[in-house]
């Protein structure tokens, strides 16, 4: 079975700060992806990044950087320069390669930026 | 950007009252889906659509739910006799293509209608 956990579930930055949410999985397979979600109050689930855990290097995305931990299984966002916008909930998720349908998902974290 | 719709945005329905949610998805894409989200829970699969037909549903879906795309652009979620535990969020999602190793194929997710069962 897949599992992702999200072990904070409200968490606050001050706007410019950095800020690392943090994400764990529990699985048997070998080849999956990852992925970070938003959704802001507009409620839109937006991919934030991905990764595939065949690659060793950790993903980026403009202020957006995972650290990537397969044999601890541990998959952290990373936020530097925080901005106001980034104010949302943010949703950790898997999927096997077997299964492209089913994403799992972790409960969310919700991430304050304050001025 | 391209972005799936969804309506309505909220609803409120009594308890045994058929629901009908709605979804466009992104015009060229070819998977659906339907994901929920009970409060305070976690979002949880519900099913997944390809082809006219559904290629998987998870325990969730029984039979007192249903998805159509009745006219090749709308996808529809329907719950046939509502019950006090089908109150979530409902999101719908589309992608162009299965599989995650195309470089840049992304799920995208509409931004869910709220189903309140009274």
């Known amino acids: 079975a897949q599992t992702v956990t999200q072990s904070q579930p409200e968490m606050s930055v001050q706007e410019a700060e950095t800020v690392t949410l943090s994400c764990t999985y529990d699985?048997?397979?070998?080849?999956?992806?990852l992925f970070w979600y938003k959704q802001p109050p507009s409620r839109q689930m937006i991919l934030v990044i991905r990764?595939?855990?065949?690659?060793?290097q950790n993903a980026t995305e403009n202020r957006f950087s995972v650290n990537f931990q397969k044999a601890a299984k541990s998959f952290s966002l990373k936020i530097s320069d925080s901005q106001l916008g980034d104010t949302a909930m943010y949703f950790c998720?898997?999927?096997?390669?077997?299964?492209?349908?089913?994403?799992?998902f972790g409960s969310g974290t919700k991430l304050n930026v304050k001025p | 950007e391209p972005e799936v719709t969804q309506t309505p945005s909220h609803q409120v329905t009594q308890m045994g009252q058929e629901v009908i949610l709605r979804c466009v998805p992104i015009?060229?894409?070819?998977?659906f889906y339907w994901y929920r989200q009970i409060l305070g829970q976690k979002v949880e699969f519900l099913v997944s659509?390809?082809?006219?037909?559904?290629?998987?549903k998870s325990e969730i879906f029984d039979d007192q739910f249903s998805v159509e795309r009745p006219d090749g652009s709308n996808f529809t979620l329907k719950i046939r006799s509502t019950k006090l535990e089908d109150s979530a969020m409902y999101f719908c999602?589309?992608?162009?293509?299965?599989?995650?190793?195309?470089?840049?194929?992304?799920?995208?997710f509409g931004e869910g209608s709220w189903l309140t069962v009274v």
């Open positions: 999602a589309s992608s162009h293509r299965q599989g995650m190793a195309t470089l840049g194929n992304t799920i995208y």
């Open positions: 990764q595939e855990a065949y690659k060793q």
């Open positions: 699985t048997s397979e070998n080849n999956y992806y």
């Open positions: 998720a898997f999927i096997p390669s077997y299964n492209f349908n089913k994403f799992y």
């Open positions: 015009s060229n894409h070819l998977y």
């Open positions: 659509f390809y082809n006219n037909e559904i290629s998987e």
